[in-house]
């Protein structure tokens, strides 16, 4: 299931790691706090050898760790790496985009702030503005990485 990520392009990259249905409702449960296979498999009602195959196929990417929880026999649980953590955005982002074009009845999930109980938002942010912006007003520049010998 491991694919070689494209370096010449980060989406590419992202999307050879994390780009399947199957892994994205995996890391999905692993934010709400799912830990071991069984938990994924009856939260996903997802076949038990294709569970198996994403969750090492995430561990060896480094998004998810295996932890030893039990020895005998040995069970593990399956947690978010640093690596892991941050994708949370990129599944805000996508579940936001859900609930304005397929969410007929308004979101089926509110992500709020644990502190104070708000609805939270998603945005593109501008440091230097302090402001917002919108995806009409964001172009593409040749990043630090870029190989220009392609």
């Known amino acids: 299931m491991t694919t070689s990520p494209d370096h010449s392009c980060s989406i590419a990259a992202t999307l050879a790691v994390v780009g399947d249905r199957w892994s994205l409702l995996i ?3 692993a934010f ?3 830990r071991r296979f069984s938990e994924f498999a009856d939260e996903l009602g997802i076949a038990k050898n294709l569970l198996s195959s994403r969750l090492r196929s995430l561990v060896e990417s480094d998004v998810l760790e295996k932890v030893l929880y039990q020895e005998h026999p040995a069970r593990y649980e399956y947690r978010l790496t640093p690596r892991g953590l941050e994708l949370s955005g990129a599944l805000i982002a996508l579940m936001h985009w859900g609930d304005r074009w397929y969410a007929d ?3 089926p999930t509110v992500l709020t702030h ?3 109980g708000t ?5 593109v942010w501008c440091p230097d503005c302090d402001s917002a912006v919108g995806p ?3 172009r593409s520049t040749p990043g630090p990485g870029v190989n ?3």
């Open 136 to 138: 009409t007003q964001i």
């Open 114 to 116: 644990d502190a104070c």
């Open 148 to 150: 220009l010998n392609v």
């Open 32 to 34: 709400r706090g799912d």
């Open 119 to 123: 609805a939270l938002q998603h945005h």
């Open 105 to 107: 009845g308004g979101p």
């Open 27 to 29: 890391l999905r449960q």
